[in-house]
T-cell receptor
Framework: DAGVIQSPRHEVTEMGQEVTLRCKPI?????LFWYRQTMMRGLELLIY????????DSGMPEDRFSAKMPNASFSTLKIQPSEPRDSAVYFC?????????FGPGTRLTVT | QKEVEQNSGPLSVPEGAIASLNCTYS??????FFWYRQYSGKSPELIMS????GDKEDGRFTAQLNKASQYVSLLIRDSQPSDSATYLC??????????????FGKGTHLIIQP
């Protein structure tokens, strides 16, 4: 079975540019989560969806961040404009119960 | 502010010994608890979940939960060099049902010495 799929795996961009991260959850999972991991702050929840509906976006750092889930098999996390402090690994996870399974992550570097 | 605390380590354990990893959490009504293993440069991998007080065993891994003390632990028996990784404790607070976001500790770096 395919796990959670994320793209791109690596992204290097310049400050001010728009960045879009993509995630395909495990088929049949109805909840999707976006997390960010940095050395300083560890793993932090940004936003999550249940049945494609955003439930809690209190972890989104600021208005530069937005996330969508147009259907059950696809979600995007967009940063516009990007800043160097957004550099981190962004993980997507999905579940059909309580146990969450993580994708491989996108390593974002903003110069 | 819901918090999950772990000793960052490194925790060094000789091969074949028992590794003991500990975690405390601040939200008394938390209901679901997880241990993830993360190798350097990789994503977190779920290795144990526990929902009720007591012990839960799966192969060489045993998770222990004490809700009264707000304490979760992970024991790894017969430690192998391949167990060397960062172990993340994660908690879901009571949410009334349905999935909810995980609150993670910073992780404990475990080193198994051959």
């Amino acid at each position: 079975d395919a796990g959670v799929i994320q793209s791109p795996r690596h992204e290097v961009t310049e400050m001010g540019q728009e960045v879009t991260l993509r995630c395909k959850p495990i088929s049949g999972h109805n909840s999707l989560f976006w997390y960010r991991q940095t050395m300083m702050r560890g793993l932090e929840l940004l936003i999550y969806f249940n049945n494609n509906v955003p439930i809690d976006d209190s972890g989104m750092p600021e208005d530069r961040f937005s996330a969508k889930m147009p259907n059950a098999s696809f979600s995007t996390l967009k940063i516009q404009p990007s800043e160097p402090r957004d550099s981190a690994v962004y993980f997507c996870a999905s579940t059909d119960s309580y146990e969450q399974y993580f994708g491989p992550g996108t390593r974002l570097t903003v110069t | 502010q819901k918090e999950v605390e772990q000793n960052s380590g490194p925790l060094s354990v000789p091969e074949g010994a028992i590794a003991s990893l500990n975690c405390t959490y601040s939200d008394r009504v938390s209901q679901s608890f997880f241990w993830y293993r993360q190798y350097s440069g990789k994503s977190p991998e779920l290795i144990m979940s526990i929902y009720s007080n007591g012990d839960k065993e799966d192969g060489r891994f045993t998770a222990q939960l004490n809700k009264a003390s707000q304490y979760v632990s992970l024991l790894i028996r017969d430690s192998q060099p391949s167990d060397s990784a960062t172990y993340l404790c994660a908690v879901i607070p009571y949410s009334g049902g349905g999935a909810d976001g995980l609150t993670f500790g910073k992780g404990t770096h475990l080193i198994i010495q051959p």
